[in-house]
């Protein structure tokens, strides 16, 4: 049995290595633009199907796991900014409110293509920053791969005021959904001897 994480983001593969929780990288070939969705969930659960079925529809087996994360702000989704910018113009909305942090995550059985999904929410309060403190801030290069603009687990860190629900979340991987749905799937833990027909 293998977990294979679908995902370039070595912030999620950071999180499994801290949960123990042994895995292979597998990157999706595939475009993250997505149509006709009605909410910032249903955004977050198709794009972590995308990529998903784009990883499980190479393999014979093993367990994937894809996720995709925004921010939610005044009824706009953030996503990653892809540029300077960009970047400055998401911290200054963002800076002295509350956002939501979404991630919809996947994963997939490639040997029967059964699936289970699940979107975590966690609610962010940023600090009041100068644009001196955001510029500053974006200069450092941390903001261009993280969805709203800031990595909690960086050097943004200085900015939150305090959060409600999943840290991981806002990393980019929620751990405990990551639990609850590996264990819909019957996936032990750390993969033991234990796994029975998931057993290698």
């Keep these: 049995m293998k977990l294979i994480l679908a995902s370039a983001s070595p912030r999620r593969a950071d999180l ?64 990653k900014p892809v540029d300077r910018r960009e970047a400055f113009e998401m911290l200054r909305f963002l800076a002295g409110r509350q956002h939501e942090v979404l991630t919809g995550i996947v994963i997939c059985d490639a040997a029967t293509q059964r699936r289970e999904n699940g979107v975590e929410k966690t609610f962010v309060w940023m600090k009041n920053l100068t644009d001196q403190q955001i510029s500053a801030y974006v200069a450092t290069g941390e903001p261009f791969d993280k969805a709203g603009g800031y990595g909690i687990q960086g050097k943004a860190a200085l900015f939150i005021e305090k959060i409600y629900g999943c840290y991981s979340n806002v990393v980019g991987l929620p751990l405990g959904l990551l639990f609850d749905l590996m264990n819909f799937l019957n996936i032990s833990l750390w993969f033991n001897e234990k796994d029975g027909d998931h057993a290698e």
Excluded: C
Excluded at 53 to 79: P, S
């Design 16 to 79: 499994l290595v801290q949960a123990g929780i042994p895995f292979e990288v597998v990157v999706p070939v595939v475009s993250e633009k997505v149509e006709g969705y009605a909410s910032p969930e249903e955004k977050v659960h198709m794009v972590a199907e995308k990529k998903v079925l784009a990883v499980a529809g190479t393999l014979k087996n093993g367990f994937v796991v894809a996720a995709d994360t925004v921010v939610y702000v005044g009824g706009r989704i953030l996503g």
